[in-house]
């Protein structure tokens, strides 16, 4: 049985999380059309920017997670000029329509909504980076054991 560090996210994985990404993007307008359209957010363009950036997202994130589980380190290596690229995709991809909505909104947006839009971009940042440095131990210590 391969190990789950060794799993590859297959693109029929990617096309089920774009479509759930997509209707969880068709909620957000409905719940938040008016909200948008109170501090001067277009909520169309958001949306727009929204739908576009799930496939970057979601393959960057699978290109991203498929390059950091190769099965050894010199591969890694290799690899870390696509591993930065694909990080960078992912980042942009996630923040893009935030970053619409912080400078559509501009200086009508309340204290608390650049609060939750701090914490809407800088907490996923942060809980991939928590996941990328928790994967690193494995794959060093299975690497010790077998050579």
Known sequence: ??????R?????????AMVILWGYDILKLFLGFSIMQAYGINPYIFFFVDVVTVPFYVLGMARLINSLTEKSLT??????????????????????????????????????????????MVFPLVDLIRRLCSRKKPILVRQRLSG
């Open 8 to 16: 590859i996210i297959s693109e029929k994985n990617c096309l089920r």
């Open 75 to 120: 591969e890694k290596a290799r690899q870390s000029d696509a591993i930065f690229l694909w990080a960078v995709i992912t980042a942009v991809a996630s923040v893009a329509p935030y970053l619409y909505a912080a400078w559509a909104g501009g200086r009508t947006f309340p204290l608390q909504g650049w609060i939750i839009l701090l914490i809407i």
């Open 1 to 6: 049985m391969p190990h789950p560090m060794n």
